[in-house]
């Protein structure tokens, strides 16, 4: 099984994570014949990315060689790859075929919990407001046996 582009050469794979990553490599496979990928580029944390945004500036880019049983590995900058909670890569060139075609992608990295604290809304007050803080005072009652 494959994927393969449907228009020109072009692909792009939108990968979340349910953790925080730090990726450390990258394999890809694909067909012995020219629709092997050429290039690739990497961006982190652009969900929901189109091939819109792929004119901006990628995190990496890797120049490929043909790969038919998944050995090379290609290192990724741990600097710039220690937080990623969702990558995407975008397949740009082959090696001259119409489509290109990927037969397999592997991921090399640590996976950690993610830790997103939501924005908290907080009051703050300058002076007290009486009105807010009631005090339910307690009477005291005797009751005697006789």
Known sequence: Q??????????????????????????IMGEDDDSHPSEMRLYKNIPQMSF?????????????????TGELEYATKISRF?????????????????????LYIGLRGEWTELRRHEVTICNYEAS???????????????????
């Open 2 to 27: 494959f994927v393969e582009s449907d228009a020109d050469e072009e692909l792009l794979f939108n990968i979340p994570f349910t953790g925080n990553v730090k990726l450390k490599g990258i394999i």
């Open 52 to 68: 819109d945004d792929t004119d901006r500036e990628p995190d990496q880019t890797f120049s490929l060689n043909r790969d038919l």
């Open 82 to 102: 220690s937080n990623v909670y969702h990558l995407s890569i975008h397949i740009s060139k082959n090696f001259g075929a119409d489509t290109t075609k990927v």
């Open 128 to 146: 007290a407001n009486p009105a807010d803080h009631r005090v339910h005072q307690v009477t005291p009652q005797t009751h005697f046996i006789s």
